[in-house]
């Protein structure tokens, strides 16, 4: 991973990641978390804790994308 937020989720360091989301803007956040990784084949954030079984990640990932509108490379990501 070359990105911040790729590498973190590749780490599997919860709490480095959630400590990322809360100390950088949401604008940084939104893009990170829109990004993909062209060392990973362009892969997201979220995908990336899927594929690695990270799944504490992956619901940090959602659980931000809820509460602030998060969008995907698809389109909105409709969240619970």
């Not at 940084?28 to 990270?54: I, S, Y």
């Amino acid at each position: 991973a070359s990105l911040p937020l790729h590498k973190l989720v590749e780490a599997g360091d919860t709490a480095a990641v959630q400590s990322f989301i809360s100390q950088n803007s949401p604008e940084l956040v939104r893009e990170l978390f829109n990004m993909g990784d062209p060392g990973l084949n362009g892969t997201t954030p979220l995908l990336l804790a899927l594929r690695l079984g990270k799944d504490d990640i992956a619901t940090i990932l959602l659980v931000r994308c809820a509460l602030h509108g998060l969008s995907s490379n698809i389109g909105r990501l409709d969240c619970l």
